[in-house]
């Protein structure tokens, strides 16, 4: 049988990426500016058709750190965090000097918690610091509780930092995430439903804001025949190449899209007779999924194997599965935090996988990973 590496997700180009960076180095726009950086843009704000301006950035983590910055964050603030999520949500609260607050996750779309987030600006009112910002998740692609967060944020007046770096394609009630928070988040990193290779974006529904991100992605540079700064700025703007690659991708966004939910109706089809077994899927129909990874959680004690055990077996065979994001509260560098929640995050942590979903996936891969499945689960599925 074929051994080669089957990823958990990689890049997967579409054929017409190549004549936009061409068109960059024939006109030479090789700068972080350009044709395809505006016709990037348009393409985002095209499909996310909520009346946004788009700023195209190097990374998501770039349009996380200037998001706070826009949302008015300074050293000795305190910002709300999803626990379960990848450090780039986090790491940019530590950027500005503030303190990060993380709250743990709900069972049905393993985002942040409602309850526990008002629990827990109500108790850091109640110690002197109402947060000044909310970084709510959508993981894994799956929407995070919308109406119950914004909800919550404005009862207490704070503002949403929307980190859609997951989910680009994956809509709420039909309107598409992203367009949610006062400022919203995408990525392109290079495992993302498209990537530009590495690159992001912020998104926002005033165009000043995204006037000042780009002024601020530029370094900051004032409106002079000489290099004037009065402000600290940053090089977070995206470059033209990059974008070249972005405006090719983003011609079969929506392809990629339906190959990535039909890999988890694949893997929802194999487990759905085994006990012990769930397929992390939408709570009900007001939630619709890009499902950029297709996730497991395995009960160990009815199964009486874990999902490491899995995962070993997986790669035994050269295939690639990976442990769901290990809570921020959890991890060594953010363990002296404030957390609120239960155990939800830890379990979900400690019993789930993320198993290989890339719009590029082939027959022959399902097969392979059919096999493994069958000896592990002593089936006799027939792909």
Known sequence: MNDSKIWLSSPHMGGTEQKYVQ??????????????????????????????????LSS??????????????????????????????????????????????????????????????????LKGKKPKAIIAVHLYGMPFKVDEIKAVAIKYEIPILEDSAEALGSNYKGKKCGTFGDIGVLSFNGNKIITTSSGGALVTHDIKIKEKAIFLATQARE?????????????????????????????????HVNLRREMHTFYFDFFKEIDG??????????????????????????????????????????IESRPLWKPMHMQPIFE????????????????????????????????????????????SYDY
């Open 60 to 125: 998501g983590t770039a349009a996380l750190h200037l998001g706070l910055i826009l949302l008015g964050v300074q050293a000795g603030d305190e910002v709300i965090c999803q626990s379960f999520t990848f450090s780039a949500s986090a790491n940019p609260i530590c950027y500005r000097g503030a303190t990060p607050v993380f709250i743990d996750s709900e069972p049905d779309t393993w985002n942040i918690c409602p309850i526990a987030l008002e629990e827990a600006i109500v108790d850091r009112i």
């Open 336 to 379: 002296k935090y404030p957390y609120y929640g239960s155990n939800i995050a830890e379990n979900l942590f400690n019993n789930g996988l993320c198993l290989p979903s890339g719009s590029n996936l082939t027959a022959i891969d399902r097969e392979r990973i059919v096999h493994v499945f069958n000896q592990f689960f002593n089936t």
């Open 277 to 318: 077994v769930t397929v992390f899927s939408e709570p009900n129909s007001d939630y619709y999924s890009n499902h950029w990874l297709s996730c497991i959680t395995i009960d160990s004690a009815k199964l009486g194997k874990t999902r490491e055990d899995l995962r070993l077996e997986l790669e035994s065979v050269n």
């Open 223 to 255: 409106n002079a025949p000489h290099y004037q700064h009065v402000e600290i700025g940053y090089n977070y703007r995206l470059s033209n190449i990059c974008a070249g690659v972005g405006r090719g991708q983003m011609e079969i966004l929506e392809k």
């Open 23 to 56: 068109d960059a180095f024939d006109t030479n726009w090789v700068a972080p500016l350009g044709p395809n950086v505006t016709g990037f843009e348009n393409d985002l704000t095209n499909f996310l058709n909520d009346k946004v301006h788009v700023a195209a």
